[in-house]
């Protein structure tokens, strides 16, 4: 790691030096000249010495990156440029310069949106003007305090060419508009709620809305709007939909209304991110707001719910109460995550949505917590903020939002959230201040509980059982793992969801939370008739590693009476592992597993979208990260053909029960993507999958009738996968008809990318490196690049691990490449390598040359350098 001087481009932040602004703003007025290579803002900020710092005035300091200044005055009164001081981060204008306490400063600066292709700040996206500032974009608009705590009201005016940018939108409620002389116009815009620079939206372009309304519980009449390019009007009724239906569940979950005349979505064909909450602008990558049957899945559609809820339920956490400082991201994103999850859950099914937000947070933040890149949920340090918008920050800032809720209860919990709006409403909060308002509300200790927040590392979890003719004794033990720059862990407090099962099945115990706070701690339960089986860690209670020896027969019992879903699912997962690692030492696959899972599919009480949740194996990644913990190496190549194996088998031991049940699963009518018709595709879609697993000739036919047939898109894709990631005959015409179907789709194309990349096939290196020169891989934009490289580097064990490197070699080449046009995206895809310690030597070689090789680039990105280096370690 470099340790640069303390004024340097790559110096460390640290949440321990933090000051409270020296200025705060009372309002700020921005005109905005709209042109592709030189845009003119002109910035009106109203300042006045922050009443809580002492002492002698203080200078203004104000962030600015690659502005080109223009001219300055405060009060009226022009400034003299020698007057300022400036540097690569921005300006300082002396206490001497500064009239008095309070004052108005004006700034004109040009900028450059056309070539900013970092997608951060004011940019350029087809033609469509856009902004990006969380999270600190916005000094690359003007000089200001770009930071947090400073929050104000904003008045925004923008003018541009009307032929070329009919459409002119910033935050808030609209205000005057008008035609100027020489084809422009302008219109204004105002945001009366105070807010963080980073929470500013600006959009420009030829967009059409998709428009409708709703009424809040108080009787305020909202316009929505969702903006997307011509062409695109009729795939935004889901994303309406999904607003309208995230702001009904605020009000009723919460009793949050929402709080302008209007709310606005733009969809944009370059963006960085998922989506951004702008205050009543949300800026949305156009893959999660455009959706069609022919075009999207069921999983897009899934998604795009979800993050229109997200970024609408952070209007109240993250907008209206934001974040003191960045290292409290947590206090806006967990919550806000934690929130949509139940939204999910309470619109579709909770059990399921609980696995799938469990199997993500396995995939991405444990694999984070295991490796090199591990940090708390609150980070205490950062060279770029840009690299902590992490797994660890959202999903598991989310699970202890989850946990808090289980020890404090429902009530308490909304007692507590109540307390923390009515108190901090317009305020830039800590989590300190957050769990006061929980200790308040519950009157609860929360200050162990606080742990989890500062301690990073997954837990490990580990048990002993003892019963006695009449007590069944649970003895729970944790322990932490290390991980950089923390070296000993204290316990935590974890809630332990835990149900007794008698032999017959029966449930003898309901579930009761045990809080383990302890290294070590035994619960008795008396007065059993007989010994039970314990389900440990129900709905996936807390974000810890289970680690409990158990034997087929005790599995296979889980998985077929716990009446904990989530539970069940766990069984059956616990024991496709254990039969994967025994597979990995050479041993063989037992036959009661497919008697298993062959009751558990045939079993029509069950929701068929668990049901494929169950049938469905661990991936390569989680299988090397099962072998790490228990002190080995990872050989990718073993544990492939481990799961090859595995699916196999299962393809011929169930083979007619499979054919079967996908016939059953056909859903008949018109396309819907609701969770009931979803479940169906998804349960017939894996019976699918393992159908070709076994290799037949009916199976071949059935998956390219399949495509064939499809009126829908989470049909067709899957049946292409399948064809295209078993290298089948039928795979190569699909996909040229799939093409040719899909040409003028972007967003269908990337599918087009990923299904190839992701094939494991043993040329899939060079199979990716052909498709990058083809003319539907836009490499610059961020989807695209995601949908070829990314996916191949995440999704594709095969492909990237290849034994001679090239797989590695490929990834490597690309974020070179891509590292000066977008920092942000290289860095995040860069993460692909964070694992390379868990393989054994020759990969490890392999990956870490190619990380020394990025690491020696002149001219690395301060984004992907610190992922670089912190990964080398
Ligand atoms: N606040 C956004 C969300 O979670 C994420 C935007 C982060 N963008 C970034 N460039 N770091 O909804
Ligand atoms: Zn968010």
């Not at 990834?811 to 070179?816: E, N, R």
Request: aromatic letters at 8%.
């Amino acid at each position: 790691m470099r340790t640069d001087t303390a004024t340097g481009a790559d110096r460390k932040i640290r949440l321990a030096d933090y000051r409270p602004p020296a200025w705060m703003i009372e309002q700020v007025r921005l005109d905005f000249d709209l042109a592709p290579r030189a845009t003119r803002v002109r910035a009106r900020i109203a300042f006045r010495r922050n009443s809580q710092a002492e002492g002698a005035r203080p200078d203004l300091r104000l962030d600015g990156r690659r502005l080109t200044f223009v001219g300055a005055s405060i009060d009226g009164a022009p400034l003299d440029q020698q007057a300022l001081s400036f540097d690569a981060e921005g300006l300082t204008v002396p206490a001497a310069a500064l009239p008095g306490d309070s004052f108005t400063w004006e700034c004109e600066t040009e900028i450059d949106p056309e070539t900013n292709t970092e997608l951060e700040g004011l940019y350029l996206s087809r033609n469509m003007f856009c902004t990006q500032c969380e999270a600190e974009g916005f000094r690359k608009i003007t000089y200001y305090p770009d930071r947090p705590d400073v929050m104000a009201p904003f008045t925004v005016r923008i003018e541009a060419a009307a032929a070329d940018y009919p459409v002119l939108l910033s935050n808030g409620n609209p205000g005057a508009t008008g035609g100027l002389p020489g084809g422009r116009h302008f219109a204004e815009w105002h945001d009366p709620h105070p807010k963080p620079a980073y929470l500013f939206a600006l959009v420009a372009g030829e967009l059409v809305a998709h428009e409708d309304r709703f009424t809040t519980a108080s009787g305020r009449e909202v316009e929505l709007r969702v903006w997307v390019r011509p062409g695109d009007e009729d795939k935004c009724a889901y994303a309406m939909d999904a607003l309208k239906r995230s702001m009904r569940w605020d009000e009723t979950a919460y009793g949050r209304e929402y709080d302008l005349d209007v709310f606005q979505i733009v969809a944009v064909d370059d963006f960085n991110m998922g989506a951004m909450e702008n205050k009543g602008l949300n800026i949305f990558n156009s893959k999660y707001v455009l959706a069609s049957p022919e075009t999207a899945t069921d999983a897009d559609y899934e998604r795009i719910e979800s993050i229109v809820a997200h970024e609408y339920f952070h209007n109240w956490t993250g907008n209206r109460i934001t974040c003191r400082d960045w290292f409290q991201l947590c206090l806006k994103e967990g919550l806000t995550v934690f929130r949509d999850q139940c939204f999910t859950g309470d619109e579709r099914s909770e059990p399921v949505k609980r696995i799938d937000d469990v199997k993500l947070l396995r995939a991405r933040q444990f694999r984070e917590d295991q490796g090199p890149l591990a940090h708390p949920v609150r980070p205490e340090e950062y060279i770029e903020i840009n690299n902590f918008y992490t797994a660890t920050v959202y999903e598991k800032g989310a699970e202890v939002i989850r946990m808090l809720r289980t020890l404090v209860g429902e009530d308490g919990y909304r007692k507590a959230l109540d307390l923390y709006f009515e108190r901090h409403d317009g305020e830039a909060c800590t989590i300190e201040q957050f769990r006061q308002c929980f200790e308040d509300a519950t009157g609860r200790d929360l200050s162990d509980f606080a742990r989890w927040w500062s301690q990073a590392g997954t837990p490990r979890l580990s048990m002993s059982e003892d019963w006695d003719g009449g007590t069944y004794t649970l003895t729970l033990r944790q322990q932490t793992p290390p991980t950089p720059g923390q070296d000993s862990k204290a316990p935590l407090v974890i809630p332990v969801a835990t149900g007794l099962i008698g032999p017959d099945g029966a449930e003898l115990v309901p579930t009761r939370v045990l809080e383990l706070r302890e290294a070590e701690q035994a619960f008795r339960f008396e007065g059993l008739p007989a010994r039970p089986v314990a389900s440990v860690l129900r709905g996936f209670s807390a974000p810890v590693t289970l680690e409990r020896q158990l034997d087929d027969a005790t599995r296979a019992f889980l998985l077929a009476h716990d009446i904990d879903p989530f539970n069940r699912w766990q069984a059956g997962r616990d024991y496709a592992v254990a039969i994967a690692l025994r597979l990995i030492a050479g041993g063989t696959i037992p036959n009661a597993w497919a008697e298993a899972l062959g009751r558990l599919l045939a079993d029509d009480s069950l929701d068929p979208a668990f049901r494929a949740l169950a049938l469905e194996l661990p991936g390569e990644d989680e299988m090397a990260g099962e072998v790490v913990t228990r002190g080995g190496l990872a050989d990718p190549d073993a544990i492939h053909e481990a799961l090859r194996a595995m699916r196999a088998h299962l393809g011929g031991a169930l083979g007619e029960a499979l054919a079967t049940l996908r016939a059953r699963m056909a859903v008949t009518g018109p396309y819907s993507p609701d969770a009931g018709a979803a479940g169906r595709r998804a349960l017939a879609n894996r019976c699918l999958a393992l159908m070709l697993a076994a290799d037949t000739p009916e199976a071949h036919r059935a998956a390219e009738a399949q495509f064939d047939a499809a009126d829908n898109m989470t049909d067709r894709i899957a049946a292409l996968a399948v064809l295209v990631h078993a290298d089948a005959p039928g795979a190569t015409p699909r996909l040229d008809a799939f093409l040719k179907a899909w040409e003028h789709d972007p967003l269908v194309l990337d599918k087009w990318l990923t299904v190839q990349a992701t094939a494991p096939l043993k040329d899939a290196a060079a199979r990716v490196e052909a498709l990058t020169g083809h003319s539907a891989f836009e490499w610059k934009n961020p989807n695209r690049f995601r949908a070829l490289i990314g996916s191949f580097a995440v999704g594709n064990a095969v492909g990237f691990h290849a034994a001679d490197g090239a797989g590695y070699r490929l990834v490597a080449d690309w974020l070179l490449r891509l590292d000066p046009v977008n920092p942000q995206t290289t860095a995040r895809v860069a993460g692909c390598f964070e694992t390379w310690r868990r393989y054994e030597p020759g990969r490890q070689a392999l990956m870490r040359a190619e990380l020394e090789r990025i690491a020696a680039a002149p001219a690395l990105s301060r984004n992907t350098r610190e992922i670089v280096e912190r990964i080398l370690g």
